[in-house]
């Protein structure tokens, strides 16, 4: 039921207010203390908390809800010691007091009057009247990301644990690189203020965009493949759209669409071990590695590289080893990207004889399309890998020298 206040986001789908009917006995069962109820709760049997729902508009009526927000899922209580919402109440901000603001509880108990969207911070801003109080959630979309955050503890959603992550910008992936090289002992590469990297730290670093191609040519020169297999698309070596892998469906219940890091392995895997989402109870892959022995190379998600995207850079660049330009081609709305290959789970097929192309070893793209543009599925089909220079005296090998993966 909506109530009170709507707000339209920049994406076109609008948040809404809404309540929820939960039976008294939900509510005990929730943590709730009866004797803080006004009478009210107990004759009518219900409470209405309060709910933010997204809806994506259909046209010429209607929409999806796409995303939801519910007070019940936030709670906690210092009242019933058996509940697991149980806890110290003022240990908690982030979480809500099923206690409210220590007055006798309404039916009608949040009172939620209206709503509001800052999108330079992507967060919700709630007027939370019946509990005396002001909620800002920092608004995300958790179906189609891996990493759960409750506003206290991160926790990888349900099935996903061996997934790439997604949803990273390059500065997180930048970030990400610096403290892998903390935490094994090695030197960071990154300035992450500027983003700059020193190539003579021996720590952990996004690949450039040539060491990327290099890698995913797996040693094949004459003739170059066009995928990092064969000159054939293969989707049964590669996650792509329309493969009809066990990750793959027709709604967000079955995102983010990613397989698990190098599933394309040769293997009949089995959903008794995988947990999918999907009913097949088992999957036959092709081997899908490369002559480096690299996986997922082609498909699954989008990988950022170091490189500022340049659109023209190869007919200016260093003939050996090239870093990328000093900043990137402008892209329509003025700014430079960086650059991601590799195609993704959503681009990069043969589709009614037409190749996409994203998936070819020499597809280069801008990370721009595939995020400003897109603000529903923005990031979800962008991850990264990560490279280290070979250890100083290590004998010459192209998988050690490249170290991607
Ligand atoms: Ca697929």
């Not at 005396?132 to 959603?157: K, L, R």
């Not at 000159?231 to 049964?236: F, R």
């Not at 036959?284 to 998600?301: C, P, R």
Request: hydrophobic share 30%; glycine share 10%; net charge negative.
């Amino acid at each position: 039921m909506q109530h009170h206040d709507i707000r339209r986001l920049p994406n076109g789908n609008i948040l809404m207010l809404v309540v929820e009917k939960k039976t008294y006995a939900e509510a005990i069962a929730a943590g709730f203390n009866p004797s803080k109820f006004q009478p009210e709760i107990a004759q009518k049997g219900y409470m209405l908390p309060d709910s933010v729902i997204e809806i994506k508009p259909t046209k010429p009526v209607g929409g999806t809800v796409v995303w939801e927000w519910h007070v019940w899922d936030h709670l906690i209580q210092d009242y019933d010691v058996t509940k697991s919402n149980y806890g110290v109440v003022k240990s908690h901000p982030e979480l809500i007091d099923a206690a409210g603001d220590q007055k006798a509880l309404a039916a009608f108990w949040n009172h939620m009057n209206s709503i509001d969207y800052n999108s330079a911070l992507d967060q919700i801003a709630l007027s939370v009247r019946g509990n005396s109080e002001a909620y800002y959630y920092t608004h995300q979309y958790s179906a189609a990301y891996s990493i759960g955050f409750d506003g206290n503890t991160f926790s990888i959603v349900d099935f996903r644990a061996n997934h790439p992550v997604v949803g990273v910008m390059w500065y997180g992936a930048a970030a990400y690189c610096n403290g892998l090289s903390q935490q094994s002992g090695l030197q960071a590469c990154y300035n992450l203020q500027t983003g700059t990297c020193d190539f003579a730290k021996n720590g952990y670093r996004l690949p450039t965009e040539a060491e990327w191609a290099y890698a995913a040519r797996g040693g094949q020169y004459n003739p170059y493949y066009n995928y990092p297999y064969g000159n054939s698309i293969d989707i049964t070596k590669a996650n792509l759209p329309d493969s009809r892998d066990p990750y793959e469906g027709t709604d967000s219940s079955t995102y983010p669409w990613t397989t698990p890091v190098g599933f394309y392995d040769g293997k009949l895997h089995l959903k008794s071990e995988y947990n999918w989402p999907g009913s097949a109870t088992s999957y036959q892959t092709s081997h899908g590695a490369n002559g480096f022995g690299l996986y997922d190379m082609e498909g699954n998600i989008w990988q950022l590289v170091h490189d500022w995207y340049g659109t023209d850079y190869y007919s200016v660049s260093p003939y050996d080893n090239p870093k990328g330009p000093d900043t990137g081609s402008p892209m329509p709305d003025g700014k430079p990207y960086r650059g991601m290959r590799g195609g993704n789970w959503y681009n990069g097929l043969v589709i009614s004889g037409v190749n996409d192309g994203h998936s070819r070893v020499s597809n280069r793209d801008p990370s721009y399309y595939r995020g400003p543009l897109d603000p529903k599925m923005s990031w979800c089909m962008v991850g990264f890998r990560v490279a280290r220079n070979a250890e100083p005296g290590a004998s010459f090998s192209l998988t050690r020298k490249l170290r991607i993966g």
